[in-house]
């Protein structure tokens, strides 16, 4: 079965970097796209970036372009967000998401999350 775990969360000072992991299993990685959501406390869940399948193309929302790197490797089924530049506003759980099966009827798939904290 499908699995996704995240790992690498934790307390940082703003201003600090920070890299989370996803490791996924249960199919074939290369084949599909990632992504990484967010939640904050209190708030919905927000997409923060996407990874094509090869890694060529990646997109981010505008709140962390600039600061934010999503990269994959294929080799190891692993999907990275290196956060840098963090703000008190970034922290929240941090979650994988993909979507795996034929293009007309991908299901959706989430890992548990891993929390990240920026405070001093």
């Known amino acids: 079965q499908v699995q996704l775990v995240e790992s690498g969360g934790g307390l940082v000072q703003p201003g600090g970097s920070l890299s989370v992991s996803c490791t996924a299993s249960?199919?074939?990685?290369?084949?599909?796209?990632m992504s990484w959501y967010r939640q904050a406390p209190g708030k919905g869940r927000e997409w923060v970036a996407s990874?094509?399948?090869?890694?060529?193309?990646?997109n981010y929302a505008d709140s962390v372009k600039g600061r934010f790197t999503i990269s994959r490797d294929n080799a190891k089924n692993t999907v990275y967000l290196q956060m840098n530049s963090l703000k008190p506003e970034d922290t929240a759980v941090y979650y994988c998401n993909t979507g795996v099966g034929p293009i007309w009827n991908l299901k959706d798939y989430w890992g548990k999350g891993t929390l990240v904290t920026v405070s001093s």
């Open positions: 249960g199919f074939t990685f290369s084949s599909f796209a």
């Open positions: 990874i094509s399948t090869a890694g060529w193309s990646t």
